[in-house]
């Protein structure tokens, strides 16, 4: 370990391991460790189930009905990768006018824009446009698009429009879902960008306790471990260890239920996702339902796990999460958590220390996705600039 890389990572959630298997690819030499014993961080899925009951302090072991307990890897923090019931005849035709026109879309076509300027026009006035009720205006600004919030609707429309031909695109691919989801749980995923790393040569330590991340002049130099130290140019980690790099800006609950039938009204689906729009239960954010079952090997035969989240708004939490579990009674089994929500206190550019967010309440990819470009892009333009500058001190003062 007493070795000089390009990049040390710390923690393998989703978002540090995809980061680590991209700087990997792009020929750096990487140190990846986690104080943990097991890949996915905050995001792991977790087996067998007994290992969830004592996660979550549920006293006795899980009864007889739920299977083997190597049968269950249950995530975490679930989230869905991108790969209708709420109106009348008039609307559908006035929707179906909307979609057709998001699918010609096209920003770098004028002639598709109809007279909407996307960089300009806010997404509530093409709603207008097309005299789009206020469900339907809520199913696809949050189901479709995947805002958790209406603040989208005084913004330029452009993002909108892509996200929403994003969602198209992805449901035309397989047919009945825009979504993915790996078998075994979503904690395949760090692993297998972990080992899209080390294929590229990134060294990889588990069980690897940080007793100090180094400094020198404002800048990370190094990380300490067992009294050996890493020396690095650059950092990426979650805010666990860097809790003085971080702020909380908010929580989240989520509650991971057992269930012994599909939700109802979904048809039996092995897998759904229900998204309840703020404007539905007067609340400012939305919240969010995933479920899965034995036909995805998360859960013992005739099983599901029904994972319900949102942003806390009030001192009763529970009390918030009520209406999405009212769609899944009755629920076998609740294991509850409520986390704080972390962003670090700066662009990490001056330190090098860069620092991922703590996952939100969404049940969907995208967010994480931004938060790995935003990451990647200021790592990219710290690295551009130091070597621009090394080029300049060259020109001026010749080569070392």
Same mark, same amino acid.
């Given at each position: 370990m007493n070795e000089e890389y390009d990049v040390i990572v710390l923690g393998t959630g989703l978002t540090e391991c995809i980061l680590s298997g991209i700087m990997s690819v792009n020929g750096k030499k990487v140190l990846h460790m986690d104080r943990n014993?097991?890949?996915?961080?905050?995001?792991?899925?977790?087996?067998?189930?007994? @290992?969830?009951?004592?996660?979550?302090?549920?006293?006795?072991?899980p009864p007889a009905s739920m299977g083997r307990g190597r049968d269950w890897n249950v995530d975490? #923090?679930?989230?869905?990768? $991108?790969?209708?019931?709420?109106?009348?005849?008039?609307?559908?035709?006035?929707?179906?006018?909307?979609?057709?026109?998001?699918?010609?879309?096209?920003?770098?076509?004028?002639?598709?824009? *109809?007279?909407?300027d996307p960089k300009k026009t806010a997404m509530r *006035?093409? /709603? +207008?446009?097309?005299?789009?009720?206020? @469900?339907?205006?809520?199913?696809?600004?949050?189901?479709?698009?995947?805002?958790?919030?209406?603040?989208?609707?005084?913004?330029?429309?452009?993002?909108? $429009?892509?996200?929403? %031909?994003? &969602?198209?695109?992805?449901?035309?691919? /397989?047919?009945?879902?825009?979504?993915? /989801?790996?078998?075994?749980?979503l904690g395949e995923l760090p692993q297998g960008f972990a080992r899209l790393s080390?294929? &590229?040569?990134?060294?990889?330590?588990?069980? +690897?306790?940080?007793?100090?991340?180094?400094?020198?002049?404002? +800048?990370? #130099?190094g990380v300490k471990s067992e009294g050996e130290i890493?020396?690095?140019?650059?950092?990426i980690c979650d805010p666990s260890y860097v809790k003085d790099r971080v702020e909380k800006v908010g929580q989240v609950i989520r509650v991971i239920c057992v269930l012994s039938h599909p939700i109802k009204n979904t048809n039996d689906a092995n897998s759904c996702q229900i998204i309840?729009?703020?404007?539905?239960?007067?609340? %400012?954010?939305?919240?969010?339902?995933?479920?899965?079952?034995?036909?995805?090997?998360?859960?013992?035969?005739?099983? &599901?796990?029904? #994972?319900?989240?949102?942003?806390?708004?009030? %001192?009763?939490?529970?009390k918030e999460i009520r209406p999405a579990l009212e769609l899944l009674e009755p629920i076998e089994q609740k294991f509850v958590s409520i986390s704080d929500l972390l962003v670090p206190k700066d662009l990490g550019t001056e330190?090098?220390?860069? #620092?991922?967010?703590?996952? @939100?309440?969404?049940?969907?990819?995208?967010?994480?996705c931004d938060d790995i470009k935003v990451i990647y892009k200021r790592m990219m333009a710290s690295e551009f600039d130091f070597e621009e500058m090394k080029r300049q001190k060259n020109d001026i003062y010749g080569e070392d």
């Open positions: 014993p097991y890949y996915g961080g905050e995001s792991a899925s977790i087996t067998p189930l007994e @290992d969830l009951y004592k996660r979550f302090k549920i006293p006795g072991a975490l #923090i679930p989230k869905f990768l $991108m790969a209708n019931g709420l109106m009348g005849l008039f609307e559908k035709r006035r929707f179906r006018k909307f979609l057709v026109y998001v699918a010609n879309f096209d920003e770098n076509d004028p002639r598709t824009f *109809e007279g909407i *006035e093409v /709603y +207008k446009k097309f005299d789009l009720g206020q @469900d339907v205006i809520d199913f696809t600004g949050h189901a479709l698009a995947l805002y958790r919030t209406d603040d989208y609707l005084d913004q330029p429309c452009c993002e909108t $429009m892509n996200r929403i %031909k994003l &969602y198209s695109e992805s449901l035309a691919r /397989y047919g009945k879902s825009p979504y993915l /989801y790996p078998l075994y749980g080390a294929i &590229y040569g990134g060294t990889y330590m588990l069980n +690897k306790p940080i007793e100090e991340i180094i400094m020198q002049n404002g +800048k990370v #130099i890493a020396r690095c140019k650059q950092l309840i729009p703020q404007n539905q239960v007067n609340r %400012k954010s939305d919240i969010y339902v995933c479920m899965i079952s034995s036909a995805h090997n998360v859960a013992a035969q005739g099983k &599901y796990i029904a #994972i319900a989240s949102t942003t806390v708004e009030t %001192k009763e939490p529970e330190s090098q220390i860069f #620092i991922s967010r703590t996952y @939100d309440a969404t049940t969907h990819f995208e967010t994480t």
